[in-house]
T-cell receptor, first 112, second 112 residues
């Protein structure tokens, strides 16, 4: 266990559905991240939250909407996704930006 | 642009052999480097890290070597075991970035 928990582990959704991914960290960290991992590609940074404030958005499409209600919880709200959005979505946290990240197990998302 | 990359996409070894996974980084100003292991269905797990003021760092069965002259990072795994089979990522911390930059990964396959 890394101290970062993601739910659900697997998600299948249609292009018109709305769903949310949840991440919770029990490490007392003050920065949390969403990454997208597609086959044969490096990890792609989507969003960064530091002290509950979004500090980086890396040009992610608006069909992905993050929410960070407190330093321990992070959500990724999904709506009208495309099949190419199918990927493993990883949450991570750190106590010091730019250093070791602690990852959750990810949500494997399939968009039909 | 600058990126982190890996020389070998797949490395196959016999159980008990020593494994060496290589990584080339392109940002000479990066001062922190890290290796992750990702098993199937799991998120990346921290293995070992090293700062730029060091050339070598050892952990349990693993050693990371940093050659700043040629911007090369390697991970050595001693007495490789089947449980070491996974994808291994290197990452760097370029200055001015809020998080790590990841390479594509190398698949390590260990045969009994």
């Amino acid at each position: 266990e890394t101290g970062v928990t993601q739910t659900p582990r697997h998600l299948v959704m249609g292009m018109t559905n709305k769903k949310s991914l949840k991440c919770e960290q029990h490490l007392g960290h003050n920065a949390m991240y969403w990454y997208k991992q597609s086959a044969k590609k490096p990890l792609e940074l989507m969003f960064v939250y530091s002290l509950e404030e979004r500090v980086e958005n890396n040009s992610v499409p608006s069909r992905f909407s993050p929410e960070c209600p407190n330093s321990s919880h992070l959500f990724l709200h999904l709506h009208t996704l495309q099949p190419e959005d199918s990927a493993l979505y990883l949450c991570a946290s750190t106590g010091q930006k730019g250093e070791k990240l602690f990852f959750g197990s990810g949500t494997q998302l399939s968009v039909l | 642009g600058e990126s982190v990359g890996l020389h070998l996409p797949t490395l196959s070894v016999q159980e008990g052999d020593n494994s060496i996974i290589n990584c080339a980084y392109s940002n000479s100003a990066s001062d922190y480097f890290i290796w992750y292991k990702q098993e199937s269905g799991k998120g990346p797990q921290f293995i070992i890290d090293i700062r730029s003021n060091m050339d070598k760092r050892q952990g349990q069965r693993v050693t990371v070597l940093l050659n700043k002259t040629v911007k090369h990072l390697s991970l050595q795994i001693a007495a490789t075991q089947p449980g070491d089979s996974a994808v291994y990522f290197c990452a760097e911390n370029p200055p001015g970035y809020s998080t790590l930059t990841f390479g594509k990964g190398t698949m390590l396959l260990v045969s009994p």
